[in-house]
């Protein structure tokens, strides 16, 4: 197969088995394409919700461009990072709902071997940057994905969730001992989190961290607030209605 088939079979396949709508793997390497689905196929097993979750995968420009059809909706704007080599957008109304989550894989990937790839995380992962588990590429997905949880089920803001946290590393300043990554309460969150996706028999903390995520998660699931790619769509097939009709009239 040549290379725009392969792609293109990676896309039906996100498109089809994983439910995201808009999906673009434009310069990536196959095999890193292939990382990254097997991360999310096994993220959306342990948490099916997780199909109702993402809009978009793809570079930023092209994430940008689903993201203005909506333009109207949403508050925040995110810049493309140079460090990550994903970064997700997880857009917020305040008044509403949260309406757009999307994957991005920044510049730094395009064109990189998986082996490269690889190596980039796991040489971070030895000096400290991220949890000892942290040390392929496919711990930068479960990474965003411990955002979108953080985002959705609101740990950050949860009592039960930070004294968990707060018992082990009473202060924020101690968050950096986890990994030097984690310079906030946000990415520390994130990194505990692909930790346990990358180790299930990982520390005790990590574990309670992830048990507890786990709970919440099984407590609200079937509960509405996974469903954000049917709210974008809800409102792009409304935009698409009233273009029509406003060039009827
Ligand atoms: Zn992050």
Redesign the pocket.
């Known amino acids: 197969m040549d290379a725009i088939k392969v792609h293109k079979h990676y896309e039906d396949y996100a498109k089809k088995y994983l439910n995201i709508p808009n999906v673009n793997f434009e310069g990536l390497d196959p095999l890193v394409i292939n990382e990254m689905l097997e991360a999310l196929i096994y993220a959306y097993k342990k948490y099916p919700e997780l199909r109702n979750v993402f809009c978009s995968i793809g570079n930023f420009e092209d994430l940008k461009a689903h993201f203005s059809l909506a333009e109207n909706y949403y508050e925040e704007m995110v810049t493309e990072s140079e460090s990550?080599m994903f970064?997700?957008w997880s857009l917020l109304n305040r008044k509403t709902h949260n309406n757009f989550i999307g994957l991005s894989y920044s510049k730094n990937l395009v064109g990189k071997t998986l082996k490269e790839v690889d190596e980039v995380t796991c040489n971070d992962a030895k000096r400290g940057l991220h949890p000892q588990s942290c040390t392929t590429f496919k711990s930068s997905v479960y990474?965003?994905i411990?955002?979108i949880f953080d985002f959705i089920l609101r740990l950050r803001k949860d009592p039960n969730f930070l004294k968990i946290i707060h018992e082990k590393y009473p202060y924020e300043s101690m968050y950096t001992e986890f990994s030097r990554?984690s310079i906030t309460l946000?990415?520390f969150i994130?990194e505990v989190f692909a930790e346990y996706m990358m180790n299930p028999n990982s520390d005790e903390f990590v574990n309670k961290v992830g048990k507890y995520i786990d709970r919440k998660y099984e407590i609200l699931k079937g509960m509405g607030i996974f469903n954000i790619n049917e709210i974008y769509w809800r409102h792009i097939r409304r935009a698409e209605f009233e273009s029509t009709y406003a060039r009827s009239k």
Do not use: Q, R, S, T
């Open positions: 990550d970064i997700i990474h965003e411990g955002h990554y946000e990415e994130a």
